[in-house]
């Protein structure tokens, strides 16, 4: 599975962006999804989590109430709509699906099994 994340930029405090995640080479409705973000120096921090079905939803307490993932499994794609952006959200945004083959520990990133390349988001103050 290849997993292509675009929509990363730079934005005012306050601004929004939207991030896209493409999959490719597996049917992306049997895949768990979600996003990660990084700063340089520190260890990859949970942001979002979608169950396969879209059913389910998980955020981090930092993005709860500003962030929304979502997915269309028609176009193998999973969204991540981020508003009211702070500069704290800087860092490098990756996207990240789990095959369901074992525990999927939502909040973990060695419970993914496939990610993107990363999406660079800056928020300037």
């Known amino acids: 599975v290849q997993l292509q994340a675009s929509g990363g930029g730079l934005v005012q405090a306050g601004g929004f962006l939207r991030l896209s995640c493409i999959a490719s080479?597996?049917?992306?409705?049997?895949?768990?999804g979600g996003w990660f973000r990084q700063v340089p120096g520190e260890e990859r921090e949970f942001v979002s989590a979608?169950?396969?079905?879209?059913?389910?939803?998980y955020y981090a307490d930092s993005v709860k109430g500003r962030f929304t993932i979502s997915r269309d499994n028609a176009k193998n794609t999973q969204y991540l709509q981020m508003n009211n952006l702070q500069p704290e959200d800087t860092a490098v945004y990756y996207c990240?699906?789990?095959?369901?083959?074992?525990?999927?520990?939502?909040?973990?990133?060695?419970?993914?099994?496939?990610w993107g390349q990363g999406t660079q988001v800056t928020v300037s103050s």
């Open positions: 990240a699906a789990d095959r369901q083959d074992s525990t999927w520990y939502v909040e973990s990133s060695s419970a993914y099994d496939y």
């Open positions: 979608i169950t396969w079905s879209g059913g389910r939803t």
């Open positions: 080479g597996r049917p992306f409705s049997n895949l768990n």
